[in-house]
């Protein structure tokens, strides 16, 4: 009795046909004019690169060599986004974030306000931006006529991070009455306020020897008892030390979802701590972690 050894081949197309061999082998796709296709090498490498990356540095070049000429600015932006068939929102938002890191507020006012012409990028994070960049402009009527707009829209639903930054630009004005207006609003809504913002509250009462009112502010607000830190990679929580209000008060103008460095207890410091993982909280109250200071010192809009 015969027995094939082989099985026939099975054709695909016209050209191309596959052979199927033996169990445990993989299968082979032969050509059937030339046999295998041959792999060959890339001898090239492209070096235009048309990502966002690209088209936002290409975008901050442009308006940094402008003028403060609102005609000119807007020109600009509107020729850049000519032949684009939607608007390069992530383009822009990585443009402003550069922008943010190198202090340029004028033009991150220029930017941020033409694109909200446009109805692009109306966003929380956008306004936040434009905030910051005002009150680093010392435009502070401006900032508080858009503090007052936000508010007024969003009164149940106001970020934490914009009652910081308006406590924080008062504190550092000793605009005391307007800040005591925000810190109230903040606490008729439930907005629990970070301990950044407690310690320049109890600061400017301490200076006014408004004392009893230091005191309720400290009983209804007490320094949290616990913290978190990275250890080998690991999010930790310990025990915190007592804190010291004069290292909140010595610097407190920064932004609302971070706070001054701060000594991390003995069990971390004798172990390999590693700070460069972003944290929802670093405390019960919803502190940003100590160690991004350090990192944006630079940029640090207060």
Known sequence: MLSLRFCPAVFAKRLESVQFWRRNTNPVVVCAAKGPRQR????????TRIGTISKSKKLVDTIKEL????EEVYGAL???IAWELEFPLITVKK?????EYENEWKRIIQVTKWMLSKGQGRTMGSYYMLLNALAEDGRLEEAEELWTKLFTENLESMPRNFFDKMISIY?????HDKMF?????????GVKPTVSVVAMVGDVFQKLNMLDKYQKLMKKYPPPKKEYCYIQGKRVKIRSKPIDQS???RNPLIKADEETPRTLP???ESTDVSLNKPSDNLYEHGVAESSTIKHNESIDPF
Not at 40 to 47: D, E, F, G, L
Not at 171 to 175: C, D, G, V
């Open 95 to 99: 443009a402003l974030k550069a922008l």
């Open 40 to 47: 060959y090498p890339r001898v090239w490498k492209t070096k």
């Open 78 to 80: 509107d020729s850049f």
């Open 247 to 249: 290292r909140y008060v």
């Open 181 to 189: 207006e925000v810190f109230a609003d903040m606490d008729e809504l």
């Open 171 to 175: 504190y550092k004005r000793e605009m």
């Open 266 to 268: 003995e069990s971390c």
């Open 67 to 70: 003028s403060n000429v609102k």
